[in-house]
């Protein structure tokens, strides 16, 4: 038996999913399923779309219109679903790795579009499907299967890239408050223009393993112990802020949504 | 005082994973981990306050019993 919420929007019969002990893929996955269950919407007026990594396996356990596409391209397949079916509701679930390295110019792009498509990122800071390579979003020091001496890339801030290149909505939750995931993605969806909504999980299998960050329950907690609300975050001295990350509604702005400026542009024909 | 108990907790031992994500961050201690699986310990203490369900990770645990 599972609970009303999971009966509801779940492909039960795919249950257990596949992911790892401790893995915090299937909080992210229920907070985005109470946050469409809490705004009432039905079921067919979503369609969720869906890279290629541990957690882009998320759109097979829901039972909506789902998508599950290739590496790093699910906001191309989103925005043609949008376009198609500017009613949808699109969400997309996307990796660090397919969000921000493969599919990163994907990213930009539809950010800069303003075009109305809620994505959710799974940071897990590393490619966990691959087994363990690090991503844009690996720390800078940080080991991974690619790294075993440590990345000596500097890591991408996602929240920051999402704003710089055109988002109206920009979050950033973790696991630990999943709670805040629901009211974010309630937003995201309800902002009618691109919505990123970056959420921080644990692969304690990789990530946690390669960088002796212990079990689950120690990388939750220590997400719990170094996210910051933003209002507090920017009252910090620098020094304090580094080993600190700021969660919360980071960005919002208003500009016209791309599938309703596309639609008035085809009115002049 | 104690509140009048409507939900009961309910577990799902087949999607338990044995995590603890549950037990370490359940308020008032009311859950176990038992032969690898999630346990209730202490009933009685629950305050329904849903925590355990919203960070299951695997949907074992959740209130809505009667
Ligand atoms: C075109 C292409 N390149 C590479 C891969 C191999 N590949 C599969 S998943 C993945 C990275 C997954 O990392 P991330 O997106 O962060 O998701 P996670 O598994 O950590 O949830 C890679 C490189 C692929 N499937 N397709
Ligand atoms: S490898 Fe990492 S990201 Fe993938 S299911 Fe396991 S814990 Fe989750
Ligand atoms: S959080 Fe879920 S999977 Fe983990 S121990 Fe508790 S009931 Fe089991």
């Known amino acids: ?269 | 005082m104690k509140e009048i108990k409507n939900d009961k907790l309910i577990i799902e031992k087949n999607l338990c994973k044995g995590c603890g994500i549950c037990v370490a961050f359940c308020p008032k201690n009311v859950l176990e981990i038992k032969d690898k699986k999630v346990s209730i310990r202490d009933l009685d203490s629950c305050i329904q306050c849903g925590l355990c369900e919203l960070r299951c990770p695997d949907y074992a645990i959740y209130l809505g019993g009667k």
Request: charged share 20%; aromatic share 8%; proline share 3%.
């Open chain 1, 1 to 269: 038996m599972v609970s009303k919420l999971i009966d509801k929007y779940y492909r039960t019969d795919r249950l257990p999913h596949i992911w790892c002990t401790g893995c915090g893929n299937g909080i992210v996955l229920r907070s985005i399923v109470k946050a469409i269950d809490n705004l009432g919407l039905n079921k067919d007026d979503i369609c969720v779309v869906s890279g290629i990594g541990c957690s882009s396996r998320a759109s097979g356990y829901l039972d909506f219109n789902t998508v599950h596409t290739t590496h790093g391209r699910a906001l191309a397949f989103a925005t043609g679903i949008k376009f198609s079916n500017p009613n949808l509701h699109v969400i997309v679930i996307t990796g660090d790795g397919d969000c921000a390295a493969i599919g990163g110019n994907h990213l930009i792009h539809a950010a800069r579009r303003n075009i109305d498509i809620t994505t959710v990122v799974f940071n897990n800071n590393i490619y966990g499907m691959t087994g363990g390579q690090y991503s844009p979003a690996t720390p800078t020091g940080d080991k991974g299967t690619t790294a075993p001496y440590g990345n000596i890339d500097y890591n991408f801030d996602l929240c920051e890239l999402a704003k710089a290149a055109g988002a109206t909505y920009v979050s950033r939750s973790t696991i630990y408050a999943a709670n805040m995931i629901i009211k974010q993605v309630e937003e995201g969806i309800k902002n009618k223009g691109f919505s990123f909504i970056e959420t921080l999980t644990i692969c304690p299998t990789y990530y946690g393993r390669k960088n002796s960050k212990g079990n689950a329950v120690d990388m939750v907690t220590h997400l719990k112990d170094s996210a910051v609300n933003i209002s507090a975050y920017e009252k910090l001295s620098e020094e304090e802020k580094a080993n600190r990350i700021p969660i919360g509604e980071l960005y919002k702005r208003n500009r016209p949504e791309y599938t309703e400026k596309y639609e008035s542009m085809m009115k002049l024909f």
